[in-house]
C-alpha cells in the first residue's frame, strides 16, 4: 500500500461494506449515504497526505489509517438522524457563527447549575438572555480532588457521576438545539488525568500504552528537552516532566498539572485512538469542539514545543475526519500565545473559530491605561481572519489574564513591554494605588518575573469600589467591545449580573492553590433575583447589557466580521469602524466608539468631516449632527451608523 489511492481504496472498501449494510437495515437512506461517499472522496485523500507528512508512510502508519478510514462509517453511522439533518443545515449555512444573532454564554455546570438537571431546568434564563452558543466546562469524569476544573479527564465518554451521564448530556444537547442554541464541549486533546485508562496501562508497564505518553526511564530526556520548554503552571511543578509514580524512576511529560499527561501525538496510535474518541463527543451532540491547549501538541528536542507545524498538522487531520463523519462539528483554537502565533489556528481546514485574546487583554489594558491606543492598533490590523472562520470575542473566560500583547506592536508606541506588563498585574492584584481592581495573581515566577491576573469581570472593573458606577460602565464598555468587533462574543455566565470574586476561594482543599477560583464563583442569587431591579448593580449590568443586546440585534452591520479602523485623534478613545448595510440595505458604517477615561472627552466635527452631517446614535435611538462634533462621557459606548 505505497500510495495514496491504494490507502483510500482500502480504507473505502472497508467503509462501503459497512454503508450498503446500514442501507439494507433502513438506518440510513441511500442518499444519505451518498454524500457520505462524496465527503469521504474529498477528505480522506487530503487526511492521507497529512498523515504522510506528519508520520511518514511505513506499514504500521498505514494499517492505522486504514482501519480509521473504515471506522469513520462506523462512527457517523451511530449518528443520530437530528445530527444527520443538522450536518445537512450547517453544509448550506457554514458562516453561521457569523450572525449578528449569536451569543454565547460559558459556566461550569457544577458552580451555575449544580448539575445536569439543573442545567436543565436554567434553559429558560437561557432564553431569556438570547444564548445561540453553550460551552460547559468539562464535566467528563475526573480524579478526587484537584482536576483542574475538568480539565483532568480519566474517560472521555463518561460524565462526572456528580453531574449526570453522558445520556443525560446528549438528551439536553438536543433540548438545546431545538431551542437554537449549540452545545459546545472541550476536547482536551493534549493530556489525560492520570488515572485514565491509558494512563494506568502505562504506569504498569504496558508497552502499546507507554508509547501514548513521553515517558522516560531517567532524567537524561527530560533535562534536555527542559533546556528550552516554558513552565506553565510553575506553582505546580518546575520543568515540564513528573514521577509516573512516587518512587517510579520513569519520568512523564507534563506541561501543565502533575495528574495531567500529554499525549504522545507522534504516535499514529494516539491520533487515530482521539480521533475515536472525538467523534465519539461530536455524536452527542457536542456541535463545537473546543481545543484545549491545542498548542502543546507536538515536542521536539531543542524547541519551546509550542505551536510546531505538526500541531496544526494534527488539528487539520482531525478537521478532515469531522468533515467526513461529523460535518456540523467545529473547532474552537484554544491558543493563548503571542498574537502571529494565535491565528495561525484559524482556517476553515483547522479550527473554524478561535478565542482572541489579544483583543481581550488589551480591552483591560485600555481600561487601566485609560488609553485606546494599542487597543485600536490590534483591532484595525490584527482583526481580519480568513472567510470561513471568526474570532470567539469575550471579555474574560474561566482562565486567569495574561498579558500577550506583542512587545513589537507595543514598542511602536514607545511602550516597553516588560515593564507595562509588571504595571498591568500590579494594576490588577492590587499593587498600584488608586487602582479600581480587585484582582489576585496566579502563577507568579520569581525566575522570570512573569505573573497573570485573576478576577471576576465586575472585581476586575471596579464595581467593589466607592464609585460602584464607573465599575458598572466599565462592565458594560469591556461587554460592548466584544459585542461589536465582529464574531462571536461569549459572555462568563454570572457576569452579566456582576458576580464579584468568590473570597472563600481557597477553602476548598481541591482547587489547591489555584488562584483562577476565585473567578469561578457560584450561580449569584441575588445578582439573578435583582436582576430587574436597576437601583443594584446586578441589575444596572444586566439591564445595560439586555439593552446593548437588543440594539446588537438590530444593527444589521454588525452581521459579518468585516471591520475597518479609525483614528480618533483622541488617546483615550476606542474607535473602529462596521461597514455593511443598514436595514433598509443601503450601504451604510457604524462607527463604534467608546471612552476609557475618567473624564468626557470629544470627538472632533473635522475627525468625522469625511461622513454626512446626519448620524443615527443606536444605543440611545437618537438623531446626532457630526457636525458638531460628538462627546462621549467617562466609560461611556456610542455606536452611531454613519453614511
Ligand atoms: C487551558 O489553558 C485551560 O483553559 C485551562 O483551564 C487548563 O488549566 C489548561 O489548559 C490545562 O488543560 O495555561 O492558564 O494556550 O495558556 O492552554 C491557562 C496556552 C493555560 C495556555 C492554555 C492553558
Same mark, same amino acid.
Given at each position: 500500500?505505497?500510495?495514496?489511492?491504494?490507502?483510500?481504496?482500502?480504507?473505502?472498501?472497508?467503509?462501503?461494506?459497512?454503508?450498503?449494510?446500514?442501507?439494507?437495515?433502513?438506518?440510513?437512506?441511500?442518499?444519505?449515504?451518498?454524500?457520505?461517499?462524496?465527503r469521504?472522496?474529498?477528505?480522506?485523500?487530503?487526511?492521507?497526505?497529512?498523515?504522510?507528512?506528519?508520520?511518514?508512510?511505513?506499514?504500521?502508519?498505514?494499517?492505522?489509517?486504514?482501519?480509521?478510514?473504515?471506522?469513520?462509517?462506523?462512527?457517523?453511522?451511530?449518528?443520530?438522524?437530528?445530527?444527520?439533518?443538522?450536518?445537512?443545515?450547517?453544509?448550506?449555512?457554514?458562516?453561521?457563527?457569523?450572525?449578528?444573532?449569536q451569543?454565547?454564554?460559558?459556566?461550569?455546570?457544577?458552580?451555575?447549575?449544580?448539575?445536569?438537571?439543573?442545567?436543565?431546568?436554567?434553559?429558560?434564563?437561557?432564553?431569556?438572555?438570547?444564548?445561540?452558543?453553550?460551552?460547559?466546562?468539562?464535566?467528563?469524569?475526573?480524579?478526587?480532588?484537584?482536576?483542574?476544573g475538568?480539565?483532568?479527564?480519566?474517560?472521555?465518554?463518561?460524565?462526572?457521576?456528580?453531574?449526570?451521564?453522558?445520556?443525560?448530556l446528549?438528551?439536553?444537547?438536543?433540548?438545546?438545539?431545538e431551542?437554537?442554541?449549540?452545545?459546545?464541549?472541550?476536547?482536551?486533546?493534549?493530556?489525560?488525568?492520570?488515572?485514565?485508562?491509558?494512563?494506568?496501562?502505562?504506569?504498569?508497564?504496558?508497552p502499546?500504552?507507554?508509547?501514548?505518553?513521553?515517558?522516560?526511564?531517567?532524567?537524561?530526556?527530560?533535562?534536555?528537552?527542559?533546556?528550552t520548554?516554558?513552565?506553565?503552571?510553575?506553582?505546580?511543578?518546575a520543568?515540564?516532566?513528573?514521577?509516573?509514580?512516587?518512587?517510579?524512576?520513569r519520568?512523564v511529560?507534563?506541561?501543565?498539572?502533575?495528574?495531567?499527561?500529554?499525549?504522545?501525538?507522534t504516535?499514529?496510535?494516539?491520533?487515530?485512538?482521539?480521533?475515536?474518541?472525538?467523534?465519539?463527543?461530536?455524536?452527542?451532540?457536542?456541535?463545537?469542539?473546543?481545543?484545549?491547549?491545542?498548542?502543546?501538541?507536538?515536542?521536539e528536542?531543542?524547541?519551546?514545543?509550542?505551536?510546531?507545524?505538526?500541531?496544526?498538522?494534527?488539528?487539520?487531520?482531525?478537521?478532515?475526519?469531522?468533515?467526513?463523519?461529523?460535518?456540523?462539528?467545529?473547532?474552537?483554537?484554544?491558543?493563548?500565545?503571542?498574537?502571529?502565533?494565535?491565528?495561525?489556528?484559524?482556517?476553515?481546514?483547522?479550527?473554524?473559530?478561535?478565542?482572541?485574546? *489579544?483583543?481581550?487583554?488589551? +480591552?483591560?489594558?485600555t481600561?487601566?491605561?485609560? =488609553?485606546? $491606543? !494599542? %487597543?485600536?492598533? &490590534? #483591532?484595525?490590523?490584527?482583526?481580519?481572519?480568513?472567510?470561513?472562520?471568526?474570532?470567539?470575542?469575550?471579555?474574560?473566560?474561566?482562565?486567569?489574564?495574561?498579558?500577550?500583547?506583542?512587545?513589537?506592536?507595543?514598542?511602536?508606541?514607545?511602550?516597553?513591554?516588560?515593564?507595562?506588563?509588571?504595571?498591568?498585574?500590579?494594576?490588577?492584584?492590587?499593587r498600584?494605588?488608586?487602582?479600581?481592581?480587585?484582582?489576585?495573581?496566579?502563577?507568579?515566577?520569581?525566575?522570570?518575573?512573569?505573573?497573570?491576573v485573576?478576577?471576576?469581570?465586575?472585581? *476586575?472593573?471596579?464595581?467593589? +469600589?466607592?464609585?460602584?458606577?464607573?465599575?458598572? =460602565?466599565? $462592565? !458594560? %464598555?469591556?461587554? &460592548? #467591545?466584544?459585542?461589536?468587533?465582529?464574531?462571536?462574543?461569549?459572555?462568563?455566565?454570572?457576569?452579566?449580573?456582576?458576580?464579584?470574586?468568590?473570597?472563600?476561594?481557597?477553602?476548598?482543599?481541591a482547587?489547591?492553590?489555584?488562584?483562577?477560583?476565585?473567578?469561578?464563583?457560584?450561580?449569584?442569587?441575588?445578582?439573578?433575583?435583582?436582576?430587574?431591579?436597576?437601583?443594584?448593580?446586578?441589575?444596572?449590568?444586566?439591564?445595560?447589557?439586555?439593552?446593548?443586546?437588543?440594539?446588537?440585534?438590530q444593527?444589521?452591520?454588525?452581521?459579518?466580521?468585516?471591520?475597518?479602523?479609525?483614528?480618533?485623534?483622541?488617546?483615550?478613545?476606542?474607535?473602529?469602524?462596521?461597514?455593511?448595510?443598514?436595514?433598509?440595505?443601503?450601504?451604510?458604517?457604524?462607527l463604534?466608539?467608546?471612552?476609557?477615561?475618567?473624564?468626557?472627552?470629544?470627538?472632533?466635527?473635522?475627525?468625522?468631516?469625511?461622513?454626512?452631517?446626519?448620524?443615527?446614535?443606536?444605543?440611545?435611538?437618537?438623531?446626532?449632527?457630526?457636525?458638531?462634533?460628538?462627546?462621549?462621557?467617562p466609560?461611556?459606548?456610542?455606536?452611531?451608523?454613519?453614511?
Amino acid at each position: 500500500l505505497n500510495n495514496t489511492i491504494a490507502v483510500v481504496e482500502a480504507a473505502k472498501v472497508g467503509a462501503l461494506e459497512h454503508l450498503e449494510a446500514l442501507v439494507a437495515a433502513g438506518t440510513v437512506e441511500e442518499a444519505e449515504a451518498l454524500s457520505f461517499i462524496q465527503r469521504f472522496d474529498i477528505h480522506y485523500p487530503a487526511l492521507i497526505d497529512l498523515v504522510r507528512r506528519t508520520y511518514g508512510s511505513g506499514e504500521h502508519v498505514t494499517s492505522v489509517m486504514v482501519a480509521l478510514g473504515k471506522s469513520l462509517a462506523t462512527s457517523w453511522g451511530t449518528r443520530a438522524a437530528d445530527l444527520r439533518e443538522l450536518d445537512e443545515c450547517r453544509s448550506s449555512d457554514p458562516d453561521w457563527f457569523l450572525s449578528r444573532h449569536q451569543l454565547g454564554g460559558v459556566c461550569y455546570v457544577d458552580r451555575w447549575a449544580g448539575d445536569l438537571a439543573g442545567l436543565r431546568d436554567r434553559i429558560p434564563y437561557m432564553e431569556e438572555l438570547g444564548l445561540t452558543y453553550l460551552h460547559l466546562m468539562p464535566a467528563f469524569a475526573v480524579p478526587e480532588g484537584n482536576n483542574d476544573g475538568g480539565y483532568a479527564v480519566s474517560s472521555y465518554r463518561e460524565i462526572d457521576p456528580r453531574l449526570g451521564t453522558m445520556q443525560e448530556l446528549a438528551g439536553i444537547s438536543r433540548d438545546l438545539r431545538e431551542r437554537g442554541i449549540s452545545l459546545v464541549v472541550d476536547f482536551v486533546l493534549n493530556h489525560t488525568a492520570n488515572d485514565h485508562e491509558w494512563a494506568k496501562a502505562a504506569r504498569a508497564g504496558d508497552p502499546k500504552f507507554q508509547q501514548y505518553y513521553w515517558i522516560y526511564p531517567d532524567r537524561t530526556m527530560p533535562d534536555a528537552f527542559e533546556q528550552t520548554t516554558r513552565e506553565i503552571f510553575p506553582d505546580d511543578h518546575a520543568g515540564s516532566f513528573t514521577p509516573v509514580a512516587p518512587g517510579d524512576p520513569r519520568w512523564v511529560w507534563t506541561t501543565f498539572h502533575d495528574f495531567q499527561w500529554d499525549l504522545n501525538w507522534t504516535n499514529p496510535e494516539v491520533l487515530a485512538a482521539m480521533a475515536g474518541e472525538m467523534l465519539f463527543l461530536a455524536n452527542q451532540g457536542a456541535e463545537v469542539l473546543r481545543f484545549d491547549a491545542v498548542a502543546f501538541l507536538w515536542k521536539e528536542l531543542g524547541t519551546s514545543c509550542e505551536s510546531l507545524p505538526q500541531a496544526h498538522w494534527i488539528v487539520q487531520m482531525l478537521n478532515r475526519v469531522c468533515r467526513i463523519a461529523a460535518p456540523a462539528t467545529i473547532f474552537k483554537s484554544e491558543a493563548i500565545v503571542h498574537p502571529d502565533e494565535v491565528v495561525q489556528y484559524i482556517h476553515p481546514d483547522e479550527c473554524q473559530i478561535s478565542y482572541n485574546p *489579544l483583543q481581550m487583554a488589551l +480591552t483591560w489594558e485600555t481600561l487601566a491605561t485609560r =488609553n485606546g $491606543v !494599542l %487597543l485600536n492598533d &490590534a #483591532i484595525s490590523e490584527r482583526h481580519g481572519l480568513p472567510a470561513g472562520t471568526a474570532w470567539v470575542n469575550y471579555v474574560r473566560s474561566h482562565d486567569d489574564i495574561g498579558w500577550t500583547f506583542s512587545d513589537e506592536d507595543a514598542s511602536r508606541r514607545g511602550i516597553d513591554g516588560y515593564h507595562h506588563r509588571r504595571f498591568l498585574n500590579d494594576f490588577y492584584t492590587g499593587r498600584f494605588p488608586d487602582s479600581f481592581a480587585d484582582g489576585v495573581a496566579f502563577q507568579y515566577n520569581p525566575k522570570t518575573g512573569d505573573a497573570r491576573v485573576c478576577g471576576t469581570t465586575a472585581s *476586575l472593573a471596579g464595581t467593589t +469600589t466607592d464609585h460602584p458606577d464607573d465599575g458598572v =460602565n466599565r $462592565v !458594560l %464598555l469591556a461587554h &460592548a #467591545i466584544a459585542m461589536s468587533t465582529g464574531g462571536l462574543p461569549l459572555l462568563y455566565l454570572g457576569d452579566e449580573l456582576a458576580q464579584t470574586n468568590d473570597p472563600d476561594w481557597h477553602l476548598d482543599p481541591a482547587n489547591g492553590n489555584d488562584s483562577r477560583w476565585a473567578h469561578r464563583p457560584r450561580f449569584p442569587e441575588r445578582g439573578f433575583r435583582d436582576r430587574e431591579d436597576t437601583s443594584t448593580v446586578a441589575g444596572r449590568v444586566f439591564q445595560g447589557l439586555k439593552h446593548m443586546l437588543a440594539v446588537r440585534h438590530q444593527t444589521t452591520e454588525f452581521d459579518g466580521a468585516d471591520l475597518i479602523g479609525f483614528e480618533p485623534n483622541n488617546q483615550h478613545l476606542v474607535a473602529y469602524q462596521r461597514p455593511g448595510l443598514d436595514p433598509e440595505g443601503w450601504p451604510s458604517t457604524v462607527l463604534c466608539l467608546a471612552n476609557v477615561d475618567d473624564h468626557p472627552h470629544r470627538v472632533e466635527a473635522s475627525t468625522l468631516s469625511g461622513f454626512e452631517r446626519d448620524a443615527t446614535s443606536l444605543l440611545d435611538d437618537r438623531i446626532v449632527d457630526l457636525a458638531l462634533g460628538v462627546v462621549l462621557q467617562p466609560h461611556s459606548t456610542v455606536w452611531l451608523r454613519v453614511y
